[in-house]
Each structure stands twice: as C-alpha cells, then as structure tokens.
C-alpha cells in the first residue's frame, strides 16, 4: 500500500481547483489559491514527484464518438489463477470498448466498465470477447442508463472547503500562505 502524503490547506485547495479543471493556468491557480505563482508550480510539482497527482486525462464523450451505449460487465474466471489474470487483464485493456477494469473480491473477479454502439455491438462483445474465453464462466451485463461525477477526491478527514474555512476564521482577510 502506497505512503500516505501530508496536504496542507493550500495543497487540497490545488488538488480540488485541479480536479475540477486540469487546464487551469499556475498564474489562475495562484490567484485563486493565494500564493505565488512561483509557489504554485512548486507545490504542483511537489504533488507529482510524491505520486499524488498522476497524470492529466481528457475527458471525452462516448455517445459523439459513435459509443452512446455503456455498460457494467460483472465477470467470473474460473480458474482464477494468477497466471490467467494477467493475460486476461491485458486482453480486456486491449478491447477499444474497454474503459476501465476492476480486479475484485466476492462472487464476481472483474468489473469491466464498456461504451459501445448499440445493443448489438454489445451482444458481440460479450459473446465474442468474453464469453468465447475458456477461464470466463460467467458475464452478467448491467447498461448505465446515466452517470453523475461526484467531488473532488481529497483525503480523509480533510474539510471540502478547507482554505476558504480558514480564510474566513483569519481577521484581516488575507490568505494564510500570503502573511
């Protein structure tokens, strides 16, 4: 398990404004944050050496790209055994209507999140990508009528509104990575 890292108020605030829009500039990002710019790149920075921030991902829209149908697909291996997990995993990558994979516990082995065409695109990705495979026993399919992002990912315990909480509890207003 990966070592936790230690957020001040100014490193969540970063990483909230991030998540909400990876684009932001590091002079918008300052301003917002109270800092430096010089000190915003720096902090950013710090936040990917420590490998909090990973990386930065264009979101784009399955249903314009000709992929309007999503789906769960709850997947059993049998046997589920280490050295068919890898192979399975990297088949299922492989598929252009994979976009994201989950290793489980309890009845079912894998997630698999799926955007396809249509019904029939669907139906000839679970029988000829899934079902076709020896170690799969069994694919139960579950269509996402509608999908909701939730918050900013932040540690546990840290406040939502964290900077703003401590602005407002300063007299005099002014930004406490500022004084």
Partial sequence: MAESVVLDPVDLHLLRLLQNDARTTYRDLAALVGVAPSTCLDRVNRLRRSGVILGHQLRLDPARL???????LSVQVRPHRRELV????????????????????????????????????????VLDEFTSRR????VETRLIF???DCGPLLPPGAEQDTLSAKWDRISDGTPPAVR
């Fill in 66 to 72: 000709g992929r309007g149908l999503e789906a769960l």
């Fill in 86 to 125: 890898g192979p399975f995993v990297e088949r299922i990558r492989a598929l252009p209507e994979s976009r994201t994979v989950f290793h489980l516990t309890g009845p079912d082995d894998y997630l698999v999140h799926v955007a396809v065409a249509d019904m029939a695109d669907l139906q000839r990705l």
């Fill in 135 to 138: 170690e799969v026993a069994r």
């Fill in 146 to 148: 509608q999908q909701w």
